[in-house]
C-alpha cells in the first residue's frame, strides 16, 4: 500500500532502499508494497506539543522546546554506510536521508522537539503491520560501549494530533496561538508572494515594524532583518556536510524556514482550514543509548572503526505502545510525529528510512 493522498516522495526511497539490500538486515520480500514515511525535508513540519501520557504527570511546556533544524541530506548518506558488506557499487549507491539538528534551550521543565508528518487525510491504515522500523544515525553520540545516557529518548506518535503546533523558529518559541496558522490567507489554493510569510503572517519589514524580537539563545535563527527567524534559504552547497556541527547549524539554519521557501505552508495536517485541537494517538519509546529496539547497530556488527557511523536499524513492535492519548487507531492514521525527550544539546541526527512492515 501507498500512505497518503497527496504526492510524495517514498516510492524512491523505497526502491533506494529495495535495490541495495539483500542481506539478514533486508526490508521484507514485498518491500515495494511496505508502507513508509517520507523521508524529504519539505514534508515535515513543526509539531504541536505531545501531551504527557500515563505514567507521566507533568505536563511539557511549549516554551521548553528545543531549537529545531530539519533540511534534506543528498549525495552524502550511502548504501555502503548502512549496508558494509555490499557490493561496491551498491554500496556507493546514494541514499536520501533527513537531517535533524536539535538546538538547546534555557528549560523550566523538560526539554522537548518535534516534527510531524501528514499520511492521510482520511487516516492510512497501519493496523496489519506488525513492527515500524527506522535507520537512525546519532553518530554514536548517544550509544555505544560505555554510553548509558542521561534519558535520551526518540518518541514517534502515530495517530491524530492537535493542529495547533508550536511553529516560532526562536528560542525559546511563543507557544501554540489557538489560531489555525495558515500561508494560505484566502484559502484559494494559490500562492502569492505576500502570502509566503511564515507562519507569522509577517514578511519581514512586517516582523520589524510589529517589533518582533529577536532570539537570544546561543544560535540564534533570527537576525535585526529577519526578526522572526523564519526566512528560507539554501546553503551554497547542499551537498556539503564538512566541519564542525556549529558550522553546520549556520549553513542548514534556513533550510526550514517557511518565509520565502515558494511553498504554501500550513499548520493543518488535514487540508481543511478549521483549528482541529484533537489528541488521539498511540506513543512508542525508545531510549537512545538503549538497544532493545536496535536489529542493526552498523558500527558494531561490521566492526568498523568510523565514529562517524552510528547508523542502527531499530524495530518497534506496534503492539508495544509506551503511552494513548484518546482513541487512537491504527486503522486510521492520520499524522506521524517523531520527537526528542532528554536532549538539551546541539545534537545532530539522519534519519535515512521509516517503514512499516511486514
Ligand atoms: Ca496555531
Ligand atoms: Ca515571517
Ligand atoms: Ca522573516
Ligand atoms: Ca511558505
Given at each position: 500500500?501507498?500512505?497518503?493522498?497527496?504526492?510524495?516522495?517514498?516510492?524512491?526511497?523505497?526502491?533506494?532502499?529495495?535495490?541495495?539490500?539483500?542481506?539478514?538486515?533486508?526490508?521484507?520480500?514485498?518491500?515495494?508494497?511496505?508502507?513508509?514515511?517520507?523521508?524529504?525535508?519539505?514534508?515535515?513540519?513543526?509539531?504541536?506539543?505531545?501531551?504527557?501520557?500515563?505514567?507521566?504527570?507533568?505536563?511539557?511546556?511549549?516554551?521548553?522546546?528545543?531549537?529545531?533544524?530539519?533540511?534534506?541530506?543528498?549525495?552524502?548518506?550511502?548504501?555502503?554506510?548502512?549496508?558494509?558488506?555490499?557490493?561496491?557499487?551498491?554500496?556507493?549507491?546514494?541514499?536520501?536521508?533527513?537531517?535533524?539538528?536539535?538546538?538547546?534551550?534555557t528549560p523550566q521543565g523538560a526539554p522537548w522537539a518535534g516534527l510531524t508528518q501528514p499520511l492521510?487525510?482520511?487516516?492510512?491504515?497501519?493496523?496489519?503491520?506488525?513492527?515500524?522500523?527506522i535507520w537512525i544515525n546519532d553518530f554514536n553520540r548517544l550509544h555505544g560501549p560505555g554510553i548509558?545516557?542521561?534519558?535520551?529518548?526518540?518518541?514517534?506518535?502515530?495517530?491524530?494530533?492537535?493542529?495547533?503546533?508550536?511553529?516560532?523558529?526562536?528560542?525559546?518559541?511563543?507557544?501554540?496561538?489557538?489560531?489555525?496558522?495558515?500561508?494560505?490567507?484566502?484559502?484559494?489554493?494559490?500562492?502569492?508572494?505576500?502570502?509566503?510569510?511564515?507562519?507569522?503572517?509577517?514578511?519581514?519589514?512586517?516582523?520589524?515594524?510589529?517589533?518582533?524580537?529577536?532570539?537570544?539563545?546561543?544560535?540564534?535563527?533570527?537576525?535585526?532583518?529577519?526578526?522572526?527567524?523564519?526566512?528560507?534559504?539554501?546553503?551554497?552547497?547542499?551537498?556539503?556536510?564538512?566541519?564542525?556541527?556549529?558550522?553546520?547549524?549556520?549553513?542548514?539554519?534556513?533550510?526550514?524556514?517557511?518565509?520565502?521557501?515558494?511553498?504554501?505552508?500550513?499548520?493543518?495536517?488535514?487540508?481543511?482550514?478549521?483549528?482541529?485541537?484533537?489528541?488521539?494517538?498511540?506513543?512508542?519509546?525508545?531510549?537512545?543509548?538503549?538497544?532493545?529496539?536496535?536489529?542493526?547497530?552498523?558500527?558494531?556488527?561490521?566492526?568498523?572503526?568510523?565514529?562517524?557511523?552510528?547508523?542502527?536499524?531499530?524495530?518497534?513492535?506496534?503492539?508495544?505502545?509506551?503511552?494513548?492519548?484518546?482513541?487512537?487507531?491504527?486503522?486510521?492514521?492520520?499524522?506521524?510525529?517523531?520527537?526528542?525527550?532528554?536532549?538539551?544539546?546541539?545534537?545532530?541526527?539522519?534519519?535515512?528510512?521509516?517503514?512499516?512492515?511486514?
Amino acid at each position: 500500500m501507498t500512505l497518503g493522498t497527496t504526492a510524495r516522495s517514498w516510492p524512491i526511497l523505497l526502491l533506494t532502499l529495495a535495490a541495495c539490500d539483500d542481506d539478514e538486515t533486508r526490508l521484507p520480500e514485498n518491500c515495494l508494497e511496505t508502507a513508509t514515511v517520507s523521508v524529504a525535508a519539505n514534508d515535515w513540519q513543526y509539531s504541536s506539543r505531545p501531551i504527557s501520557l500515563p505514567p507521566e504527570s507533568t505536563q511539557l511546556r511549549d516554551a521548553d522546546r528545543l531549537g529545531i533544524l530539519w533540511y534534506p541530506i543528498v549525495r552524502h548518506v550511502t548504501c555502503g554506510d548502512l549496508f558494509p558488506t555490499e557490493t561496491v557499487v551498491e554500496r556507493n549507491r546514494y541514499l536520501d536521508a533527513l537531517g535533524i539538528i536539535l538546538l538547546p534551550t534555557t528549560p523550566q521543565g523538560a526539554p522537548w522537539a518535534g516534527l510531524t508528518q501528514p499520511l492521510a487525510n482520511t487516516g492510512a491504515d497501519l493496523s496489519g503491520y506488525e513492527f515500524m522500523e527506522i535507520w537512525i544515525n546519532d553518530f554514536n553520540r548517544l550509544h555505544g560501549p560505555g554510553i548509558t545516557g542521561n534519558g535520551e529518548e526518540l518518541r514517534i506518535d502515530l495517530g491524530r494530533f492537535s493542529e495547533d503546533a508550536v511553529w516560532d523558529p526562536r528560542t525559546p518559541p511563543a507557544p501554540a496561538n489557538g489560531r489555525l496558522d495558515d500561508e494560505d490567507q484566502d484559502f484559494d489554493g494559490q500562492r502569492t508572494l505576500a502570502e509566503d510569510s511564515g507562519l507569522d503572517g509577517l514578511r519581514d519589514h512586517d516582523e520589524v515594524l510589529a517589533g518582533v524580537v529577536p532570539d537570544a539563545s546561543m544560535y540564534p535563527a533570527s537576525t535585526s532583518e529577519d526578526p522572526a527567524g523564519d526566512d528560507y534559504s539554501l546553503p551554497a552547497d547542499l551537498t556539503d556536510y564538512s566541519g564542525e556541527l556549529p558550522q553546520r547549524i549556520v549553513r542548514f539554519r534556513k533550510v526550514s524556514g517557511f518565509e520565502g521557501n515558494q511553498r504554501l505552508d500550513s499548520e493543518a495536517l488535514d487540508g481543511n482550514p478549521v483549528l482541529d485541537l484533537e489528541n488521539d494517538y498511540v506513543e512508542y519509546v525508545v531510549p537512545l543509548a538503549g538497544s532493545a529496539q536496535t536489529v542493526v547497530d552498523v558500527r558494531l556488527d561490521y566492526a568498523l572503526s568510523d565514529p562517524e557511523n552510528g547508523w542502527r536499524l531499530l524495530r518497534i513492535p506496534l503492539d508495544q505502545v509506551a503511552g494513548v492519548a484518546g482513541n487512537p487507531d491504527l486503522a486510521s492514521v492520520q499524522a506521524i510525529r517523531i520527537w526528542f525527550k532528554g536532549i538539551n544539546a546541539a545534537t545532530e541526527f539522519h534519519v535515512a528510512a521509516v517503514t512499516f512492515g511486514p
